[in-house]
Nanobody, 118 residues
Framework: QVQLVESGGGLVQAGGSLRLSCAAS????????MGWFRQAPGKGREFVAR????????YGRDSMKGRFTISRDNAKNTVYLQMNSLKPEDSAVYYC???????????WGQGTQVTVSS
């Protein structure tokens, strides 16, 4: 069974940091683009960042650049999202996902809650 399992979420004060992890099992995603998305209450799912198998990364909003860093460890089949200088507006459920060559984000984790208090 293919699974993506996120961890590392929690409650943090504004200005703090969190590191999210996404561990894949059931198959290797080393050749897949992996990504992070987030969804705040009452809002749609928002793209946060993605990373290619070779480590090339892109980010969503400009406000994320410089604060968020996506990385991956192919040997561990794991993707990370380092989030620094967190703001209350970063509060959301964060999901990791795997992009298939077809262009479909076909695999999703169950999400991990990030709450940033002011």
């Amino acid at each position: 069974q293919v699974q993506l399992v996120e961890s590392g979420g929690g409650l943090v004060q504004a200005g703090g940091s969190l590191r999210l992890s996404c561990a894949a099992s059931g198959r290797t995603f080393n050749n897949n683009v992996m990504g992070w998305f987030r969804q705040a209450p009452g809002k749609g799912r928002e793209f946060v960042a993605r990373i290619s198998w070779g480590g090339i990364s892109t980010y969503g909003r400009d406000s994320m650049k410089g604060r968020f860093t996506i990385s991956r460890d192919n040997a561990k089949n794991t993707v990370y999202l380092q989030m620094n200088s967190l703001k209350p507006e970063d509060s959301a459920v964060y999901y990791c996902a795997a992009l298939e060559p077809s262009g479909v984000w076909n695999y999703w984790g169950q999400g991990t809650q990030v709450t940033v208090s002011s």
